[in-house]
C-alpha cells in the first residue's frame, strides 16, 4: 500500500516488503514467533543479521580485531516549502575496524582505529532554499555520487586516565561519541547536522591532527591541535598545517542532580587561518582588487546533557535533555551564534523499549557581513531556525526504521517554510 502512494526505487521496495515480513513475524510486537523455525528466531532476536560476523566476530576480538558495519537507507520528500517536489533516495555504509596491540602483540595501550564510509544515491539537500544540511549521514563525506572516504588514527593509553590519538580524526564520530542525547551521525537519532555535529566554523567534519584527552576527578580535560583545512575525501598527510593551525580545548564536567547523571562541556578554540574578510561590503560582488582578507578566528561554546530517566536493569535505556550555546568572531566566521536543544530516549510506550523518540529545534545567527553581503549581492538572507522530531521503530536489535519530520525557516528570506519528511531503515551487520 505505501510503495503505491509514494513511488520509489526498487532497493527501497525490497527493504520495506523485508520489514512488513519481519513486522508479520511477531517482530512489531516485541517478541518472536512461537510458530516460526529456530534459524528464524535466532536471526529476529540476534543483535546483528549476520549473527556476530557468522560466529567469527568473538574469535577476532580475541585476537585484537573489532569489526562492526551497518546500511542505512534514507528516502526524503519536500512536503511543503520551495524546490522540487520530488523524493531522493540515498544511503549510507558505515565500516568500523579498531585493532588492540595488545592482543595483536604489540604493546599495551596502544590502537588503531578506521571508519571506512560509503555514499550513494541522491540527497534532498538543499532542496527548500535551506544553507544548512538536513542529513548530515548523506552530507559527508558527500552526496548524489558515489563516494568513498575513511578516517585512520592510532591511540595510545597512559595508565587509566590519559588517551593521545593522531591521524585522520572523524568530528562527526567523537561528537557522537560524547554524547548519548544528541549526536548518532545521522543514521542514529537526529538527522539535522545541529544536532549531529553543531556547526562550529571552525572545525571540519574531517581533519588531520592529534588529541591529548585526561580524565580527573570530577573533569576530563581535552586538548585538540589540527589542520583547519578538511581532510574529506583526503589523506590529509599531504602539506599539512600549510594554512594555518587550529587548538581546541575543552573541560567535560560530569554532574548527578537529584541523584541523575549529566554533564557540562565548555570549550573553546583558535585558529591561525585566514579568510574573507566578511565586514567587505562588496564580499560577493567582482572587484578590484579582491574582498579584504582578515586574520584568525575564535569560537567558544556551552553544551550539557541531563538524564531524566535510565532503566535499573538495563542502564542503556535512558532519556534526557541535551543542549548548546554558541558565539564566534563572526568574521570571517559565517555563524556568528547558535543555540540549539531537545529531548530524546528509548520510547516509553510498553514493549517498546528499544525505540526511540526526539525533539529538538535549533536557532543559527549569521554574521551581518554576510547577510548583508548577501543582500547586495541580490540575495535577502536571514538566520536560518528550525526544529526536528523523529520516531524510531526497533522491528529487530539489529534493524531499526525511523519516521522523521523537520520544519526550517529557510536563510533566503524569500522562500517559504520548507517541511521536510522522510523515512530511514539502518541495518547492523
Request: charged share 15%.
Amino acid at each position: 500500500m505505501f510503495t503505491k502512494l509514494f513511488p520509489m526505487p526498487s532497493s527501497m521496495k525490497h527493504l520495506l516488503n523485508s520489514i512488513l515480513c519481519l513486522a508479520a513475524s511477531g517482530a512489531l510486537a516485541g517478541t518472536a514467533n512461537p510458530s516460526a523455525p529456530a534459524g528464524v528466531h535466532s536471526m529476529v532476536e540476534g543483535e546483528t543479521l549476520t549473527g556476530d560476523w557468522f560466529g567469527v566476530g568473538s574469535v577476532m576480538r580475541d585476537r585484537g580485531i573489532s569489526l562492526t558495519g551497518s546500511l542505512t537507507n534514507f528516502y526524503q520528500g519536500l512536503a511543503s516549502g520551495e524546490g522540487t517536489d520530488s523524493w531522493q533516495y540515498g544511503a549510507k555504509g558505515d565500516l568500523f575496524l579498531r585493532a588492540d596491540g595488545a592482543k595483536l602483540g604489540l604493546w599495551t595501550g596502544f590502537g588503531i582505529h578506521s571508519h571506512l564510509e560509503l555514499n550513494f544515491g541522491r540527497s534532498l539537500f538543499p532542496a527548500g532554499g535551506v544553507s544548512l544540511p538536513n542529513n548530515i549521514g548523506l552530507t559527508f563525506p558527500g552526496a548524489n555520487e558515489t563516494l568513498l572516504d575513511l578516517s585512520l588514527y592510532g591511540s595510545q593509553r597512559f595508565g587509566d586516565s590519559v588517551t593521545v590519538m593522531f591521524g585522520k580524526i572523524n568530528a562527526v564520530d567523537l561528537y557522537a561519541a560524547g554524547r548519548e542525547f544528541s549526536g548518532g551521525r545521522g543514521v542514529d537519532l537526529f538527522q539535522h547536522l545541529e544536532f549531529t555535529a553543531p556547526i562550529s566554523g571552525i572545525t571540519p567534519p574531517m581533519f588531520f591532527g592529534g588529541i591529548v584527552s585526561v580524565k580527573t576527578e570530577p573533569a576530563k580535560l581535552t586538548l585538540m591541535i589540527y589542520d583547519p583545512v578538511t581532510a574529506t575525501m583526503h589523506s590529509g598527510f599531504c602539506d599539512p598545517f600549510a594554512q594555518g593551525v587550529t587548538v581546541n580545548a575543552s573541560v567535560e564536567i560530569e554532574s548527578n542532580f537529584f541523584g541523575r547523571s549529566g554533564k557540562h562541556v565548555f570549550s573553546g578554540a583558535y585558529g591561525t587561518q585566514d579568510g574573507t574578510s566578511l565586514s567587505d561590503p562588496y564580499l560577493l560582488l567582482p572587484t578590484t582588487p579582491p574582498p579584504a582578507r582578515t586574520e584568525d578566528r575564535w569560537y567558544f561554546a556551552y553544551a550539557f546533557e541531563q538524564t531524566l530517566w535510565r532503566d535499573a536493569g538495563d542502564p542503556t535505556k535512558a532519556s534526557g535533555l541535551f543542549g548548546q550555546i554558541s558565539v564566534s568572531d563572526g568574521n570571517p566566521n559565517p555563524v556568528e551564534w547558535s543555540l540549539m536543544g531537545g529531548f530524546s530516549g528509548n520510547s516509553p510506550i510498553p514493549g517498546r523499549g528499544r525505540d526511540r523518540l526526539g525533539v529538538a529545534a535549533f536557532y543559527v545567527g549569521y554574521a551581518d557581513g554576510l547577510k548583508e553581503g548577501l543582500h547586495l549581492a541580490g540575495l535577502p538572507t536571514r538566520d536560518e531556525a528550525g526544529a526536528e522530531v523523529f520516531y524510531t521503530v526497533a522491528f529487530t536489535p539489529w534493524l531499526h526504521v525511523t519516521a522523521d519530520l523537520q520544519v526550517v525557516r529557510p536563510t533566503l528570506s524569500d522562500r517559504d517554510t520548507a517541511v521536510i519528511a522522510g523515512m530511514r531503515a539502518k541495518i547492523v551487520f
